[in-house]
């Protein structure tokens, strides 16, 4: 009896797959023909972009060696097999060095004469200190992108007087120092503060309000009933901090605005644009929050009673990283 194969060689492709034997095939993007994906049985093995021309021996050296048939590869890049065979040798005999170096073994063995006569083509100077410098440029440039937020409302103008820490103080004992490195850091690097600024104008002092209580770790609007209003305010860049009443007041001003979705937006596009976050691979999970007040909500799987629960599901979209790129709180279940 026989028995048929798994993974045939002469599985059905499109025009931009070529198979190259052994169940590997090149994939090429249907835009730019130099961006390849090499494949074995579906799986990605390596992505790569043939105007890089050493990535793109490694990748002939690669596919040769998982077992890709010479002259199919050939066909495939549009080389010749003597090509291939030249790469082979050189890797043979030279490694990876006279690979991607280009030594000839025609012109000896001796890897010193062979990287003498290549020198002039290397990077000259302290690689370290260019790499160093591309990646200082690369960050600058990030952070002028930084600054130009696309704003849905517009600038909002603030009057001098309901700006933070328009007035100067001497220095002060404090217990709420600790949130210092939080405000330089969102003023600073973030454009936080021109971010709430603009999209909810002289409605922003809630959201100082929240960064204290992140900060120390106050976990309703209630408990802050508890804190020193005049050192807690004067940290947050304003003269005091009113009573929780006055607190509540703060919030409902900002959440009549309805804008909290719009700030969202802005902020993970900025996120994305300045390349703060990874886009490759996203990761979403989402949890339920249980609700037991006396208003009517949808509900929810809790799993950790195996029950339909009242709640509200909390949705959040990381990159490979851990870095949140997306967030999001939808009553009952959600659409996850």
Known sequence: ????????????VDENTKM????????FNKKNKNLVILKKNGVVIKRVDLSDKPAKKLLIIEAVELGATKYKLAEGLNISRQTIHNYIESK??????GLLGGYNPDMGKNLEEHRKRTQKNRIQGNKAVILAEERKAERIENEKKQLKLDFEFGVKEIPKEELPFNELHDWKETRFAGIFPYLIVLINK???VKLIFNHFGTAYKIFFVFLLMFARNIRSIEQLKNINRKEAGLILGFK???????IWKWFYSASILQRSASL???FFKNQICCGLVNVFIWFTDGHLLPYSGKE???????TQRRMMTPGQTNQVTCDTTGRIVDFEIQEGKGDL
């Not at 009896?1 to 059905?12: E, G, R, V």
């Not at 043979?92 to 060095?97: A, I, L």
């Open 1 to 12: 009896m026989h028995q048929k194969t798994l993974f045939p060689d002469n599985m059905p």
């Open 20 to 27: 190259i034997g052994a169940n590997l095939s090149l994939v």
């Open 92 to 97: 043979k005999r030279f490694g990876t060095e």
């Open 190 to 192: 973030n454009q936080w």
């Open 240 to 246: 005091k901090l009113p009573n929780v009443k006055g």
């Open 264 to 266: 969202c937006k802005t």
């Open 296 to 302: 009517k909500i949808h509900p929810g799987y809790y």
